[in-house]
Structure formats: structure tokens, C-alpha cells
């Protein structure tokens, strides 16, 4: 039995394949269970999307990380989530809602470094046998407008701070 409610999923081209598998066995185990994508390979414009990937019930459009908060706290205390900005999902009578785009995070050291607040810490020491290799996003966004980039359709660029990346790059040669 699966002790699992919601399940989140950060879906990119390297993980979509696996995404959509586990998202599918999760389903089949618990049909009930709350799926949320998000990331860049998710086809948002995509009027079928529900349709095509019965898997998902919510999608999360954009950045993520407020919009996601504040899912999880409308589903913690049942509350509407249709003014949550950045969303899509079918309501009860069926229909695609789209809450529109949310705003794009422009400090960008408001959002938590998995790094710095230890989210791998105990992964990493339970797991001693496993090679890690991590990644530092350092920016988000793109002076360009090229249309077939999910980066490029930001206006401006925006950067973590130095003493954030310089911290993240010590937690990473000690670890």
C-alpha cells in the first residue's frame, strides 16, 4: 500500500522518460494519488494535454518553486487552487483551467539552496557507495528571444548572488 498522497515531479529531457513511467505505475498502485509536473519538457501549450498524459492532474507552468509552495499549502488546508498563478488542470466539470503565468522570481536567493539547508546532506552519508556529481544553477534567464528556448522568452537576466554561489561551491568541495 502506498503511504504517498501528492508526488511532485521537476521534469527535464534527461528524466521525462522515467517521470512518465513512474507516474503511471504510482497510478495504477494508487489511482488517487495527486500528480504535479512541472519543468521545461512539459508541453503546456498543449490544449490535450490531460488527455495525452492521463498520469498528470496538475501542471505547473514556469518556475516553479512558489508556485508549488503555495499548492501544497492550498492542498494542505483544502483550499481552492484556482488563485494560484502558474497552473493548469481539469476541474470537475472537465474543463482545462489555465490560472494564467506567474510572476518570475527576480530575487532569486529567496529560493532555498538544497546545498545550504542540507537536503542531500543525509542522502549522501546514507549512501556512501554512490558517486555524486552536482550542479549549480548560477542564473536564471537569457538577454536572447530565440523561440524554441524555454530560457529565452525571459526578458532579462537574473542572478543568484555571489556569496550564495561561492557558498554552494565550498558545500560542494567538502561534501
Request: charged share 30%; proline share 5%.
Amino acid at each position: 500500500m502506498l503511504k504517498l498522497d501528492v508526488v511532485a515531479f521537476s521534469t527535464y529531457v534527461w528524466n521525462k522518460n522515467y517521470n512518465y513511467e513512474l507516474a503511471k505505475l504510482l497510478k495504477r498502485k494508487k489511482p488517487e494519488i495527486l500528480t504535479i509536473f512541472g519543468g521545461p519538457e512539459i508541453p503546456i501549450t498543449d490544449k490535450e494535454i490531460f488527455k495525452k498524459y492521463p498520469f498528470m492532474n496538475v501542471v505547473i507552468k514556469g518556475e516553479g518553486e512558489i508556485t508549488l509552495k503555495n499548492l501544497l499549502i492550498a492542498i494542505k488546508d483544502a483550499t481552492p487552487c484556482k488563485g494560484i498563478k502558474g497552473l493548469l488542470y481539469i476541474d470537475h466539470f472537465g474543463k482545462l483551467i489555465d490560472t494564467g503565468d506567474a510572476d518570475r522570481i527576480q530575487n532569486l536567493d529567496q529560493i532555498p539552496s538544497p546545498y545550504l539547508t542540507g537536503v542531500f546532506d543525509k542522502i549522501m552519508a546514507d549512501n556512501p557507495d554512490v558517486e555524486w556529481n552536482v550542479t549549480i544553477e548560477t542564473n536564471r534567464g537569457c538577454p536572447y528571444s530565440c523561440t524554441f528556448c524555454d530560457w529565452g522568452l525571459e526578458e532579462k537576466l537574473r542572478r543568484f548572488s555571489m556569496k550564495r554561489v561561492k557558498d554552494e561551491i565550498d558545500w560542494m568541495v567538502v561534501s
